[in-house]
C-alpha cells in the first residue's frame, strides 16, 4: 500500500511540475503578445485597446494560472490540512479579484468603443464561469472554513466542491480559447507570426489544464 502511495505521490510531482512549465510559458507567451503586438496593458489609458488588454491579463492570471496553483496547493503539497486549506482559499480570492478587474476591463473598452455587451458564445461561458465560481468559493468557505459544516455535511460536500472545481477550470480555459479565437479573427491577423503565437498562447493554455487536472486525480490515491 506505501509503494502505490508513493508511486502516485511521486507521479503527481512530476505532473505537477509539468503544468508549472505550460502555465509559466502560456504567461510568457501572453505577455509578450500583449506587450509587443497589442501595445500594452493599461486600464486607465485613453487607449481602448491597451484597456482591453488588461482583460486577457488578468482573467488568465486570475482564473486559469492561480486557480490552477489553488488546487495542486490544496492537493499536492505536504503540509497540515489548515495551511493547505488557507492557502487553496487564498489563492482563489485573489483569482476573484483579478477576475473582477478583468471583467470590467472588457466592460470598459466596450463603453470606449461603443460596442454592445455580452453578446457572444466567449462572454456567454466566462460570465457563466464567473457566477459560478462566486458560488463555489462562498459555499466552500462557509462549509470548510467558517463557520464551517457538520462533519457529515462536509463530507457529502467534498466530492461536489473537487468536481465543480475541476469543471470550473476547464469552463475558464474553454472560455479563453473561444476568447482567443473570438479575438484573432476581429483582428484579421496578416502577421503569421502573431497568430502562431496567439495559437501557442492556447495550446498552451489548454496543456496547463490538463496537466493541474492530472495532478489533482492522481493526488487522491496519495
Known amino acids: 500500500m506505501d509503494s502505490g502511495r508513493a508511486i502516485y505521490r511521486q507521479s503527481a510531482s512530476r505532473l505537477t511540475v509539468v503544468a508549472h512549465l505550460f502555465g509559466i510559458l502560456a504567461f510568457i507567451l501572453m505577455l509578450v503578445w500583449l506587450l509587443h503586438y497589442r501595445g500594452g496593458i493599461e486600464y486607465h489609458s485613453d487607449n481602448p485597446d491597451r484597456v482591453f488588454n488588461a482583460h486577457p491579463f488578468f482573467m488568465y492570471c486570475g482564473f486559469i494560472f492561480l486557480v490552477g496553483e489553488a488546487m495542486m496547493a490544496f492537493k499536492t503539497v505536504l503540509s497540515r490540512g ?5 492557502i487553496h482559499m487564498i489563492l482563489h480570492l485573489i483569482a476573484l479579484c483579478l477576475g473582477i478587474v478583468g471583467i470590467c476591463a472588457v466592460f470598459k473598452y466596450h463603453d470606449m468603443i461603443r460596442e454592445e455587451d455580452v453578446y457572444s458564445l466567449h462572454s456567454w461561458i466566462g460570465l457563466f464561469t464567473f457566477c459560478l465560481f462566486c458560488l463555489q468559493w462562498v459555499l466552500g468557505f462557509s ?10 455535511t462536509r463530507a457529502s460536500m467534498l466530492p461536489w466542491h473537487v468536481s465543480g472545481g475541476r469543471a470550473l477550470l476547464y469552463m475558464a480555459i474553454c472560455a479563453a480559447l473561444t476568447g482567443l479565437m473570438e479575438k484573432s479573427t476581429f483582428l484579421d491577423l496578416k502577421n503569421h507570426r502573431e497568430s502562431r503565437l496567439i495559437n501557442f498562447t492556447g495550446l498552451f493554455v489548454l496543456l496547463f489544464g490538463i496537466f493541474v487536472d492530472l495532478s489533482v486525480a492522481l493526488a487522491r490515491y496519495v
Open 82 to 86: 489548515i495551511v493547505r486549506k488557507s
Open 143 to 152: 462549509a470548510f472554513m467558517f463557520p464551517r459544516a457538520a462533519p457529515a
